[in-house]
């Protein structure tokens, strides 16, 4: 092999002369060594967000605004990396130029890999360059994180020098089986020996939850971590064996599946790859449409802090923060009877009309949001133009799509580049929608095989032609499925063509209809329906496990896995966790009648209980504010509840788990709705006046202390 080749050619006790080559000898070896390289990949050789890769590097997609490759290159470039190359297989050209209109701190060189097909195959080309000097990081050009790479390289580099056959070591990041920023169907299983945190077993594929373990490392490793709470972050420490192993073994393409596996079940060759597990920080991966939305949200809560819009580190933006996670650049005009509620950032030029109402979502530059259009999880790229009530419900919009009024885009769908659709139509969950398909398209696909028998459906549409384009959605696995899904919800059939009258192409535009009926989905206040199911799921669970004495994190895990399961609001799994703590109270309350105090007393003791993880639950003040929003639901559903809504405000207040701006953040949108007509609204406010006023009051009486 390549590495026995290197170890024949230089024999213990004999160096290297490069004096003859003019290389300077060994200076120039110990300068070379100091110098860190770094190879990143732009391509993730996946399909789970065409049709907007087919002309269009993924890397150069927008996240919040910037192309999500300068993420990476922020966080290579603060690391101390001082040469990268960047592996391209497709669109080549659109990454290179990119590159060179940044202002870079390393050196960057592209190496374009057309012939590649997978990770292995662009990493055995930049082998064989031979450019690769010393031990390097390898990254996907996808990658957000705010950690530190120096504490990960010092420890690389001490376990190598105490023993060369330690080859890699893999960043790893605590993040439970069904976290958001997860892969779609990832399920690893991974054993690490505790003391020396070397890497014994990745399972990416793990039997009903089982992996095997042969006895030899039982014997050589006495203590063990057995997890599964642990996700790859795609960002390693690699030495060049990692290349002449990946050259020996011309089959493996992905890292994950095929080089760690290989490597941990080769005992022979006995190379040794170690782990450094994060738990502060903050690293993910944008594999699908799911952690796209997830990672954007996480950013915009501020998870990847010092690496947070208004900061303005990643690109040529000039975002500003305000309450409740609202991100602004320059020239912004928001009518003022138009509501942007939480959790969104807008680009600079973006114009929203009145009556309008954005929630949860990443508006381009230069967009156009006319009079009482409403957007929720939504991702709206640079140059679009939305119409007067305009619905667009968790989909992503791409650069200059044109929406006419009364449009409806429900759930996950994705609207390709200058995509224009006419007034009044509606566009089913799922979609996917491109321009054109020209013949190069067509060829492309053809040949991967990606979207054979793929039912194409013209749609006329203003001043051009739509395709419906769902490829590779029509016969994926219901594992896959949510990974296509911006917010994964329960499965729908794919639009498709039919001989009826149900869906049908005219001159007015897209007329499709719901596979699930006409009921439009209230991302905002869910389903009476949806409610009612996972409410009762979560009042069993409660019930059952505080009667059986359960451990009450072993509970909070399993009323976790339920809101995902679910995919229910935040507010909403609070307002059914409060309503079973209610109900299990003795006596509980009765609704018109003050709650006696046994009926306090007891509901004291319960909540003593589950104090640490209410409070694990509310350490933002986003997450405070939702914790009210979802006790005043409670209220507003059952009313009985109406009588301990006062107590309990006081109660998280006075337990320091709810602080006094989240309480005035939530009074000032209840206050809202109220005024909106919410008469449940009003009664809430009402129970919840006199502690209000207090906080007020002694906010008002600090600001005079300070004053004097």
């Not at 031990?135 to 957000?144: A, E, K, N």
């Not at 073994?249 to 006995?270: A, E, K, P, S």
Request: proline share 3%.
């Amino acid at each position: 092999s390549l590495r026995f080749l290197r170890q024949l050619t230089m024999p213990k006790g004999k160096k290297k002369d490069n004096s003859k080559k003019g290389g300077g000898g060994e200076g120039d070896m110990l300068k070379r060594e100091n110098v860190l390289q770094a190879v990143l990949l732009a391509d993730s050789f996946k399909v789970f967000f065409r049709p907007l890769t087919l002309d269009s590097p993924k890397v150069l997609l927008p996240l919040l605004n910037v192309p999500m490759i300068n993420y990476t290159l922020e966080f290579l470039s603060a690391s101390g990396v001082d040469e990268l190359f960047v592996l391209c297989s497709a669109h080549a050209t659109q990454v290179e130029n990119h590159l060179k209109d940044m202002n870079l701190s390393m050196k960057v060189q592209v190496v374009r890999c057309e012939n590649s097909f997978n990770e292995g195959d662009a990493l055995r080309h930049i082998a064989q360059m031979r450019v690769l000097k010393s031990d390097f990081v390898l990254i996907g050009g996808d990658v957000v994180t705010n950690m530190s790479l120096k504490s990960v390289l010092a420890g690389h580099k001490a376990r190598r020098k105490q023993d060369r056959l330690n080859i890699m070591t893999a960043v790893l990041k605590s993040a439970e089986p069904l976290h958001r920023t997860r892969g779609h169907a990832d399920r690893s299983v991974i054993v690490i020996d505790s003391d020396t945190k070397q890497l014994l077993v990745y399972d990416c594929d793990p039997d009903d939850c089982k992996t095997k373990l042969e006895v030899s490392t039982i014997i050589e490793h006495p203590t063990l971590e057995f997890r599964m709470d642990l996700m790859d972050t795609s960002i390693y420490i690699c030495g060049l064996d990692v290349l002449d192993l990946l050259i020996e073994n011309f089959d493996w393409q992905d890292m994950q599946r095929h080089f760690l596996r290989g490597v941990l079940g080769d005992t022979v060759l006995g190379n040794k790859i170690h782990t450094h597990i994060l738990s502060g920080d903050y690293a993910a991966r944008i594999q699908d449409p799911k952690s796209y939305h997830s990672i954007s949200q996480d950013i915009i809560r501020r998870w990847t802090y010092p690496m947070v819009p208004e900061f303005n580190l990643v690109g040529n933006t000039s975002f500003g923060v305000k309450r409740h996670n609202i991100y602004t650049e320059r020239k912004v005009h928001i009518e003022r009877s138009s509501k942007v509620i939480c959790d969104s950032a807008i680009g600079e030029g973006t114009q929203i009309g009145p009556s309008c109402i954005v929630e949860g979502c990443v508006i381009g530059r230069n967009v156009i949001i006319q009079e009482g259009a409403q957007l929720r999880n939504c991702h709206v790229w640079d140059g679009c133009r939305i119409g007067k009530g305009a619905k667009i419900e968790e989909s992503l919009l791409a650069q200059g799509v044109i929406l006419g009024s009364d449009v409806t885009v429900s759930s996950n769908c994705i609207l390709g580049c200058k995509l224009e659709v006419k007034s009044g139509v509606h566009v089913p969950a799922m979609s996917r929608l491109v321009t054109s398909l020209d013949q190069s398209l067509l060829d492309e696909i053809e040949e991967e095989e990606i979207v054979a028998e793929s039912k194409k459906k013209g749609i006329a549409c203003t001043g051009t032609q739509a395709y419906l384009y769902n490829g590779e959605l029509e016969d994926i696995e219901d594992d896959d499925y949510k990974a296509y899904c911006l917010v994964p919800k329960e499965r729908v059939e794919w639009p498709e063509e039919d001989d009826d009258d149900e869906d049908h192409i005219d001159n007015e535009g897209i007329t499709f209809e719901n596979p699930q009926g006409s009921d439009r989905i209230d991302s905002k206040n869910n389903t009476t329906g949806d409610y009612k199911g996972f409410e009762k799921e979560m009042v069993e669970t409660l019930h059952r496990g505080i009667k059986e004495k359960l451990d009450v994190e072993a509970i909070s895990l399993e009323t976790s896995s339920l809101k995902l399961t679910h995919h229910t609001l935040l507010q909403d799994y609070y307002s059914a966790a409060f309503y079973a703590f209610f109900s299990l109270s003795s006596p509980p309350p009765v609704e018109g009648k003050k709650a006696s105090k046994e009926t306090l007393k007891s509901l004291l003791g319960m909540l003593k209980v589950w104090k640490p993880i209410i409070t694990k639950f509310s350490s933002s003040q986003t997450d405070q504010k939702l914790m009210v929003e979802g006790l005043a639901r409670c209220a507003k559903r059952h009313a009985e509840t109406l009588e301990v809504f006062a107590f309990m405000i006081n109660l998280l207040y006075q337990w320091d788990i709810l602080e006094e701006e989240a309480a005035l953040d939530w009074e000032d949108e209840e206050t809202e709705r109220k005024d909106d007509g919410d008469k449940g609204s009003e009664r809430v406010l009402e129970r919840a006046k006199d502690f209000l006023e207090y906080l007020k009051t002694a906010d008002e009486e600090e600001d005079e202390d300070e004053d004097e």
